[in-house]
């Protein structure tokens, strides 16, 4: 007798009009993935963040407060950060690539 193999992989069927698969079929050729690739990586992307928003921090009252201590200081001067916001924008007259 031959032995059942549980199924790894579930069918999902949609229909959709006719240009949001040109734009799907769009973007999955820039990325070289396939549609269903694409997609498939898309809804689990969003599906994600759903999850992530609906997540609870948990942390005791004196961790809290170190948190809140931290958030309230006076920021900080990244001077990496301070130069890259000096530069012109590559649409802005003056720009000059580096590198």
Do not use: H, N
Request: charged residues 30%; negative net charge.
């Amino acid at each position: 007798m031959a032995a059942t193999v549980e199924r790894k992989e579930y069918p999902i069927s949609m229909r959709l009009p006719e240009a949001d698969v040109a734009m799907i079929d769009r973007a999955a050729t820039l990325r070289g993935r396939s549609r269903t690739e694409f997609v498939r990586d898309a809804a689990v992307r969003a599906a994600e963040e759903v999850v992530m928003e609906q997540g609870l921090i948990r942390m005791s009252p004196e961790g809290f407060a170190d948190f809140m201590e931290v958030l309230c200081q006076p920021p900080s001067i990244v001077p990496e950060m301070a130069d890259v916001l000096r530069r012109p924008a590559p649409w802005e007259a003056g720009y000059e690539p580096k590198g």
